[in-house]
């Protein structure tokens, strides 16, 4: 194996060490108790928390991603979950104001927990990780280009919430599997 995958791993490593475990029950107990989900990232976040989404999915969860035509408005009960990792971006903002005014809960995601869309959340959960936000310089640490290691961590962060929710809501893998799309 090249070093070059050691290091990427041992950096992902590094990262899902320093998640806060707790943290990461309260966001899926948020997830768990929430009568709809809406979904939002951007760039290659997007394709992550996408395939969270699709997962929460499986789950039997009432989901929706931002800008499908199957995402459904938010309101009380309900949980906005975002992703921004460099910590703030104009679209994130904006959607996370309307969810805010609609009476949703918002969970946040991020390896930059200080700025604007942490102050709107209810939750934040902290991925600490390289972004494009320190990329650069002597702030870059990872091998792996720009944000690539806090994308990595969130498919990871991603797959032990599911296994989370999958025990906190008594869903079964064959209940899951059941759930997937006979359509491909």
Known sequence: MSDLYRIALAELGTVMDGVDD????????????????????????????????????????????????????????????????????????????????????????????????????????????QTMANDQGASATSVLPMGSLYEGALFVLFEVMVLKLRDIMAVSPETMRGNHTNME
């Open 22 to 129: 707790g943290a990461v029950d309260t966001a899926c107990r948020m997830i768990a108790d929430a009568r709809r989900v809406g979904t939002y990232a951007g760039g290659r976040e997007g394709l992550q928390i996408k395939g969270f989404a699709m997962r929460l999915f499986h789950l039997g969860c009432h989901v929706g991603v931002v800008a499908d035509m199957t995402m459904p408005a938010l309101g009380d009960g309900d949980l906005f979950v975002v992703s921004v990792g460099p910590g703030e971006i104009s679209t994130a903002l904006a959607l996370m104001g309307v969810a805010k005014d609609a009476g949703a809960k918002i969970l946040f995601l991020t390896a930059q927990p200080n700025g604007r869309c942490a102050e709107l959340a209810d939750f934040v959960l902290t991925v600490p990780a």
